[in-house]
């Protein structure tokens, strides 16, 4: 097994990665397939399927996921799903995708936005696709896989309490989804399957593509619906 870079010995120390036992990836095959850059490569087969930062991010078998995509893009001329997998997910329903052309794609499912800087800005993602790569799974604040309530109050910490830390298919959902007016409140939320959950979401109302600027230009733009 290949040793991991010091990057990735700097992530497993910040983010404590726990690894699902019994679920095996071949990691190998979808990072010649996906352009997958080799450090990451090396890290993921060593880690398979794991939970990180408590439980906010959760990383495994891009199968699992594979029927989303193609909901969530409906034949857009610049994303496809057979270039692109669902490297991971949050607690709640961000999807930490990618893709062979473009590198990190991240997809909201509640509020049904998709970032992908790779596709805006091709330079930096021609330029560093390692470091496009780990900003998917990394973060200096582990808040941003976090979701908040209708109060701006994390909701993690209170829903694991409460509901009981995650397997990888499953995520924390509220019960009547955000876009038919349900509440983001602890008490309307449930653990559930994240495969049929995020396949329901996919499919309540199209996605907007989105670019958050960038560290010099930073602020939310929208760019054009996806599909």
């Excluded at 880690?47 to 857009?76: E, M």
Aim: hydrophobic share 35%; charged share 25%.
């Amino acid at each position: 097994m290949s040793k991991i870079s010091e990057d990735y010995e700097y992530y497993v120390e910040k983010s404590h990665p726990v690894v699902f036992p019994g679920d095996l990836v071949d990691w190998e095959k979808y990072g010649k397939e996906y352009l997958i850059p080799p450090d990451a490569v090396s890290f993921l087969m060593q880690y398979q399927c794991f939970s990180a930062y408590d439980g906010r991010l959760l990383v495994g078998d891009p199968g699992v996921f594979s029927g989303i995509l193609p909901l969530i893009f409906q034949g857009d001329p610049d994303f496809h799903h057979r270039d692109t997998i669902v490297v991971g997910h949050s607690a709640f329903g961000r999807l930490y995708c990618w893709s062979s052309r473009y590198g990190g794609i991240d997809i909201n499912l509640i509020n049904a936005t998709m970032a992908c800087n790779g596709f805006i800005r091709p330079e930096s993602f021609m330029k560093r696709p390692e470091i496009n790569f780990s900003s998917l799974i990394d973060s200096m604040d582990p808040d941003v896989f976090d979701e908040e309530d209708e109060y701006g109050v994390l909701l993690f910490k209170r829903a694991k309490r409460k509901l009981g830390p995650l397997g990888y298919r499953e995520c924390y959902g509220f019960r009547l989804a955000l876009p038919m007016g349900g509440y983001r409140t602890l008490d309307k939320l449930e653990k559930l399957p994240a495969p049929e959950h995020y396949s329901f979401l996919a499919q309540l109302q199209p996605f907007t593509l989105i670019d958050w600027g960038t560290t010099s230009n930073f602020g939310l733009r929208e760019i054009r619906q996806v599909g």
